[in-house]
T-cell receptor
Framework: DAKTTQPNSMESNEEEPVHLPCNHS???????IHWYRQLPSQGPEYVIH???SNVNNRMASLAIAEDRKSSTLILHRATLRDAAVYYC????????????FGQGTRLTINP | DSGVTQTPKHLITATGQRVTLRCSPR?????VYWYQQSLDQGLQFLIQ???????AKGNILERFSAQQFPDLHSELNLSSLELGDSALYFC??????????????FGPGTRLTVT
């Protein structure tokens, strides 16, 4: 399984944008980039995923570097509810769909 | 609400016992996954079923087994329980298996405490 590297923790202020980085230098051509988050006392929650192009949905945006060796999850206007552990995960398009979770980034939002 | 249900929510049992955790996937989802989350190991993939068939295995102990039934609900059986099996067990479901990538929807989890 290809590995991802994320900062252990980040802090931001409410109503400001947040950029969560992820490095995945060993990514293969068939790996999708997924982001999940886990709010306190809840199961993981799907945020967004992409392959090569940048992606937007109602929750966030995913910016993928041209060489695909890194990506950034963008929360455009953080709220207190966005405080969670964010996981960047690679999943092979051709293989089993299992998710291999790393340590993730613990995001703290200050009021 | 993800649409994935898990029962029971909490389970307290003694070492050496056997328990069964149950998961009902979202309507229409054919794949079910089981994950274990403990303080020291983090979130770990255990096993995946697709339409009743085992599809992938992760770090699942031999004391653990799972199955997916014709109505697509799944059960995770944990036997000869040890203190170290205390953890949160999550079930997730997704649409399918064919090429592409599908988001997984997680249930609220079952908290297992082995005393």
């Amino acid at each position: 399984d290809a590995k991802t590297t994320q900062p252990n923790s980040m802090e931001s202020n409410e109503e400001e944008p947040v950029h969560l980085p992820c490095n995945h230098s060993t990514i293969s051509g068939t790996d999708y980039i997924h982001w999940y988050r886990q709010l306190p006392s809840q199961g993981p929650e799907y945020v967004i995923h992409g392959l090569t192009s940048n992606v937007n949905n109602r929750m966030a945006s995913l910016a993928i570097a041209e060489d695909r060796k890194s990506s950034t999850l963008i929360l455009h206007r953080a709220t207190l509810r966005d405080a969670a552990v964010y996981y960047c995960i690679l999943s092979d398009i051709q293989g089993a769909q299992k998710l291999v979770f790393g340590q993730g980034t613990r995001l703290t939002i200050n009021p | 609400d993800s649409g994935v249900t898990q029962t029971p929510k909490h389970l307290i049992t003694a070492t050496g016992q056997r328990v069964t955790l149950r998961c009902s996937p979202r309507s229409g989802d054919l794949s079910v996954y089981w994950y274990q989350q403990s303080l020291d190991q983090g979130l770990q993939f255990l096993i995946q079923y697709y339409n009743g068939e085992e599809r992938a295995k992760g770090n699942i102990l031999e004391r653990f087994s799972a199955q997916q039934f014709p109505d697509l609900h799944s059960e995770l059986n944990l036997s000869s329980l040890e203190l170290g099996d205390s953890a949160l067990y999550f079930c997730a479901s997704s649409v399918g298996l064919s090429s592409g990538s599908y988001e997984q929807y997680f249930g609220p989890g079952t908290r297992l405490t082995v005393t």
